[in-house]
């Protein structure tokens, strides 16, 4: 019981190191556990382009990042502090419906995958490297409104 004390106490910076790793690595661990997909910003359009009411685009960004950021034309906005309590919207949404998940860069969204599949969703893609890529590739945003000052 001794040796073990002083190996801790000896190693702890390392096994710290160790658990904040594993930590900050579960959502990557739990989307492959749970075989959540990535979908690129250019399939993504494709879908939006075909209009196919078999694609909903979930956007789970914050209400304050909403108000500040475009969001994808025709996206749904569920922030993702909301997805526990709005389960039952959400699996009305996507029964016979592809969900695409969407926040600003793709790491939110993977999480928000796996409680969705935790749930029993099972057809849902994260949009890889999220706002930030779609942004960037030009594909069409709504506009922000912009709230004018009195003057």
């Known amino acids: ?60 960004r914050t209400k304050w990042e909403l108000e500040r950021e475009p969001r994808i034309k025709k996206s749904i906005s569920i922030p993702l502090s909301e997805l526990s309590t709005r389960m039952d919207e959400i699996k009305q949404l996507s029964s016979e419906k592809r969900l695409i998940l969407v926040c600003r860069s793709g790491n939110r969204a ?10 029993g969703i099972s057809d849902i893609y994260v949009l890889h490297g999220g706002m930030l890529s779609w942004k960037n590739a030009n594909y069409p945003v709504t506009k922000i409104k912009t709230k004018s000052k009195p003057g």
């Open 1 to 60: 019981m001794i040796e073990i004390t002083k190996f801790l106490q000896q190693h702890s910076i390392y096994i710290l190191t160790g658990f904040l790793f594993l930590w900050m690595a579960r959502t990557r661990i739990l989307a492959r556990g749970y075989r959540l997909e990535n979908i690129c910003s250019r399939d993504a359009f494709q879908l939006l382009q075909k209009r196919s009411a078999r694609t909903v685009f979930l956007d789970i």
């Open 110 to 119: 993977k999480g928000a995958g796996v409680k969705l599949k935790r749930a």
